[in-house]
């Protein structure tokens, strides 16, 4: 399974942008659908965004849409996400996560993941 290292987290302000990213190793990674999932303070792990092995298919929480864009380099084994128009309920620990086949929303079905990133928004 491919291992996976997440880097670009910090504290902003509304409004701000960060760009996460996340490097992978270990396997074949364009073998893997790619994934972004957040978990906030008492709350459950959710599904942020997700891209195919092609980058021709992706798919984001309505939360993020229009604000957040997921890509990857499988020349790199990178896969990256620009989050823009930051808000303070974005605030959360984020996760790189790695799966074969097709992307889906439900945490259980990703094998792989990284070790998470804080991004914290301010008011």
């Known amino acids: 399974q491919v291992q996976l290292v997440e880097s670009g987290g910090g504290l902003v302000q509304a409004g701000d942008s960060l760009r996460l990213s996340c490097a992978a190793s270990?396997?074949?990674?364009?073998?893997?659908?790619m994934g972004w999932f957040r978990q906030a303070p008492g709350k459950e792990r959710e599904f942020v965004a997700g891209i195919n092995w092609s980058s021709l298919v992706t798919y984001y929480a309505d939360s993020v849409k229009g604000r957040f864009t997921i890509s990857r380099d499988n020349a790199k084994n990178m896969v990256s996400m620009q989050m823009n128009g930051l808000k303070v309920e974005d605030t959360a620990v984020y996760y790189c996560?790695?799966?074969?086949?097709?992307?889906?929303?439900?945490?259980?079905?990703?094998?792989?993941w990284g070790q998470g990133t804080q991004v914290t928004v301010s008011s």
């Open positions: 270990g396997g074949t990674f364009s073998l893997y659908a």
């Open positions: 996560a790695a799966k074969k086949g097709s992307i889906v929303a439900v945490t259980t079905s990703w094998v792989s």
